[in-house]
Protein backbone atom coordinates (compact mmCIF):
# COMPACT_ATOMS: atom_id res chain seq x y z
CA UNK A 1 0.00 0.00 0.00
CA UNK A 2 1.08 3.36 -0.78
CA UNK A 3 0.00 6.72 -0.06
CA UNK A 4 0.76 10.10 -1.60
CA UNK A 5 0.66 13.24 0.18
CA UNK A 6 1.72 16.43 -1.56
CA UNK A 7 4.28 14.84 -3.38
CA UNK A 8 5.68 12.47 -0.85
CA UNK A 9 4.80 9.05 -0.73
CA UNK A 10 4.28 6.62 2.47
CA UNK A 11 5.40 3.41 1.98
CA UNK A 12 5.79 0.35 4.34
CA UNK A 13 9.70 0.80 3.71
CA UNK A 14 9.67 4.54 4.49
CA UNK A 15 9.03 7.88 3.19
CA UNK A 16 10.10 8.90 0.32
CA UNK A 17 9.85 11.62 -2.39
CA UNK A 18 7.35 11.61 -5.76
CA UNK A 19 10.41 10.90 -8.37
CA UNK A 20 8.43 12.04 -10.76
CA UNK A 21 7.52 15.34 -9.39
CA UNK A 22 10.75 16.33 -8.28
CA UNK A 23 12.15 15.44 -11.44
CA UNK A 24 11.13 19.14 -12.51
CA UNK A 25 13.68 20.41 -10.48
CA UNK A 26 16.12 18.94 -13.53
CA UNK A 27 14.40 21.50 -15.76
CA UNK A 28 15.28 24.84 -13.63
CA UNK A 29 17.26 27.21 -15.62
CA UNK A 30 20.37 29.58 -14.24
CA UNK A 31 18.36 32.03 -12.31
CA UNK A 32 19.04 35.51 -14.02
CA UNK A 33 17.00 37.61 -11.02
CA UNK A 34 16.42 37.20 -7.20
CA UNK A 35 13.20 36.28 -7.96
CA UNK A 36 13.87 32.90 -10.26
CA UNK A 37 15.87 31.80 -7.36
CA UNK A 38 13.18 31.66 -5.32
CA UNK A 39 10.91 29.21 -6.46
CA UNK A 40 14.20 26.61 -6.71
CA UNK A 41 14.78 27.32 -3.28
CA UNK A 42 10.93 26.74 -2.01
CA UNK A 43 10.70 23.67 -3.63
CA UNK A 44 14.22 22.26 -2.27
CA UNK A 45 13.12 23.60 0.86
CA UNK A 46 10.33 21.71 1.08
CA UNK A 47 12.19 18.00 0.76
CA UNK A 48 14.66 19.60 3.32
CA UNK A 49 14.14 16.82 5.60
CA UNK A 50 15.60 14.37 2.79
CA UNK A 51 18.96 16.24 2.20
CA UNK A 52 21.52 15.72 4.44
CA UNK A 53 23.54 19.12 5.39
CA UNK A 54 21.08 20.99 3.14
CA UNK A 55 21.70 24.75 5.14
CA UNK A 56 25.39 24.14 3.98
CA UNK A 57 24.35 23.36 0.62
CA UNK A 58 21.98 25.98 -0.30
CA UNK A 59 23.31 28.55 1.78
CA UNK A 60 25.03 30.22 -1.54
CA UNK A 61 21.71 30.35 -2.82
CA UNK A 62 19.97 31.94 0.15
CA UNK A 63 22.46 34.39 0.35
CA UNK A 64 21.01 35.69 -3.07
CA UNK A 65 17.80 36.35 -1.82
CA UNK A 66 18.80 37.33 2.22
CA UNK A 67 21.94 40.26 1.40
CA UNK A 68 21.01 43.53 0.04
CA UNK A 69 23.45 43.34 -2.50
CA UNK A 70 23.35 43.20 -6.21
CA UNK A 71 22.28 39.63 -7.99
CA UNK A 72 25.99 38.02 -8.90
CA UNK A 73 25.47 34.44 -10.14
CA UNK A 74 29.09 32.55 -9.74
CA UNK A 75 30.46 29.64 -9.69
CA UNK A 76 29.23 28.78 -5.87
CA UNK A 77 25.51 29.42 -6.70
CA UNK A 78 25.88 26.85 -9.81
CA UNK A 79 27.82 24.38 -7.70
CA UNK A 80 24.64 24.67 -4.85
CA UNK A 81 22.04 24.26 -7.45
CA UNK A 82 23.88 21.45 -9.17
CA UNK A 83 24.25 19.92 -5.81
CA UNK A 84 21.01 20.35 -4.67
CA UNK A 85 19.02 18.78 -8.00
CA UNK A 86 21.18 15.79 -7.60
CA UNK A 87 20.39 15.13 -4.40
CA UNK A 88 16.41 16.02 -4.92
CA UNK A 89 16.68 13.74 -7.59
CA UNK A 90 17.87 10.49 -5.62
CA UNK A 91 16.70 11.58 -2.56
CA UNK A 92 16.98 8.37 0.03
CA UNK A 93 14.12 6.75 1.95
CA UNK A 94 13.63 7.75 5.22
CA UNK A 95 12.27 4.85 7.65
CA UNK A 96 9.91 4.99 9.96
CA UNK A 97 11.61 5.42 13.54
CA UNK A 98 11.11 2.51 15.51
CA UNK A 99 10.73 3.34 19.03
CA UNK A 100 11.97 -0.38 20.32
CA UNK A 101 15.30 0.11 19.08
CA UNK A 102 18.01 2.62 20.01
CA UNK A 103 18.46 6.02 17.86
CA UNK A 104 21.93 7.51 16.97
CA UNK A 105 22.57 11.33 16.10
CA UNK A 106 25.38 12.20 13.88
CA UNK A 107 26.17 15.97 14.22
CA UNK A 108 28.07 18.13 11.89
CA UNK A 109 29.34 21.85 12.48
CA UNK A 110 31.24 24.55 10.47
CA UNK A 111 31.55 27.83 9.41
CA UNK A 112 28.35 27.69 6.89
CA UNK A 113 25.91 26.12 9.42
CA UNK A 114 24.62 22.98 11.84
CA UNK A 115 23.80 19.40 10.48
CA UNK A 116 22.60 16.03 11.82
CA UNK A 117 21.07 12.99 11.20
CA UNK A 118 19.11 10.57 13.20
CA UNK A 119 19.70 6.65 12.71
CA UNK A 120 18.89 3.72 13.44
CA UNK A 121 19.73 -0.13 12.60
CA UNK A 122 18.08 -2.15 10.40
CA UNK A 123 17.83 -5.97 10.97
CA UNK A 124 21.26 -6.87 9.54
CA UNK A 125 22.53 -3.65 11.29
CA UNK A 126 23.23 -1.21 8.84
CA UNK A 127 23.15 2.25 9.58
CA UNK A 128 19.48 3.80 8.03
CA UNK A 129 18.29 7.19 8.28
CA UNK A 130 15.38 8.80 9.91
CA UNK A 131 15.65 11.99 9.58
CA UNK A 132 18.26 14.77 8.12
CA UNK A 133 17.79 18.03 10.23
CA UNK A 134 20.04 21.37 9.04
CA UNK A 135 20.16 25.26 9.74
CA UNK A 136 22.56 28.07 8.90
CA UNK A 137 24.26 29.70 12.25
CA UNK A 138 22.91 33.67 12.39
CA UNK A 139 25.12 36.29 13.58
CA UNK A 140 25.59 35.83 17.31
CA UNK A 141 26.66 32.23 16.24
CA UNK A 142 28.97 32.54 13.36
CA UNK A 143 32.15 34.04 15.74
CA UNK A 144 32.26 30.75 18.02
CA UNK A 145 34.88 28.93 18.62
CA UNK A 146 35.04 25.50 16.58
CA UNK A 147 34.03 23.76 20.40
CA UNK A 148 31.30 25.97 20.48
CA UNK A 149 30.18 25.51 17.68
CA UNK A 150 30.05 21.22 18.19
CA UNK A 151 28.53 21.77 21.58
CA UNK A 152 26.11 23.97 19.97
CA UNK A 153 24.85 21.42 17.66
CA UNK A 154 24.44 18.79 20.03
CA UNK A 155 21.83 20.63 21.61
CA UNK A 156 20.50 21.69 18.84
CA UNK A 157 20.25 18.55 17.44
CA UNK A 158 18.62 17.06 20.84
CA UNK A 159 16.32 19.55 20.85
CA UNK A 160 15.23 18.92 17.10
CA UNK A 161 14.85 15.61 17.25
CA UNK A 162 13.13 15.90 20.72
CA UNK A 163 9.96 14.51 19.48
CA UNK A 164 11.62 11.36 18.15
CA UNK A 165 13.83 10.70 21.20
CA UNK A 166 12.38 12.26 24.28
CA UNK A 167 12.16 9.92 27.18
CA UNK A 168 14.31 6.88 24.65
CA UNK A 169 18.08 6.71 25.07
CA UNK A 170 19.56 8.39 22.21
CA UNK A 171 23.59 7.91 21.20
CA UNK A 172 25.56 10.89 20.40
CA UNK A 173 28.54 10.62 17.32
CA UNK A 174 30.49 14.41 17.81
CA UNK A 175 34.00 15.38 18.19
CA UNK A 176 34.88 13.90 22.23
CA UNK A 177 37.33 16.71 22.95
CA UNK A 178 34.23 19.72 22.22
CA UNK A 179 32.20 17.96 25.26
CA UNK A 180 36.02 18.07 27.38
CA UNK A 181 36.59 21.79 26.49
CA UNK A 182 32.86 22.52 27.80
CA UNK A 183 32.90 20.59 31.07
CA UNK A 184 36.03 21.74 31.67
CA UNK A 185 35.88 25.65 31.55
CA UNK A 186 36.68 27.37 34.23
CA UNK A 187 34.46 30.75 34.67
CA UNK A 188 32.08 29.55 31.93
CA UNK A 189 29.27 31.77 30.83
CA UNK A 190 25.25 31.63 31.26
CA UNK A 191 25.08 30.07 28.09
CA UNK A 192 27.76 27.19 28.64
CA UNK A 193 25.82 26.45 31.37
CA UNK A 194 22.83 26.18 30.58
CA UNK A 195 24.56 24.12 27.73
CA UNK A 196 26.06 21.80 30.21
CA UNK A 197 22.57 21.68 32.03
CA UNK A 198 21.22 20.60 29.29
CA UNK A 199 23.44 17.87 28.45
CA UNK A 200 23.30 16.21 31.90
CA UNK A 201 20.56 13.90 30.76
CA UNK A 202 21.05 10.50 31.87
CA UNK A 203 19.26 9.33 28.28
CA UNK A 204 21.99 10.80 26.02
CA UNK A 205 25.70 9.94 26.01
Not at 27 to 52: D, T
Not at 99 to 107: C, E, M, N, Q, V
Not at 117 to 139: C, F, H, P, W
Amino acid sequence: LELMTHWIFLTPGGILSDVDKVRVVSKFAIPKSVKQVRPFLGLSNYYRRFIKNYAKLSEPLCALIRDATPFGWDDSCQKAMDDLKSCLTSSPVLRFPDFGKAFYIHTDACDAGLGAALMQQDEDGREIVVAYASQTLNKSEKPYSTPEKECLVLIWALEYFRPYIDGLHVTVYMVQSSLQWLMSRPNPSGRLVRWCLRLQDPTTT
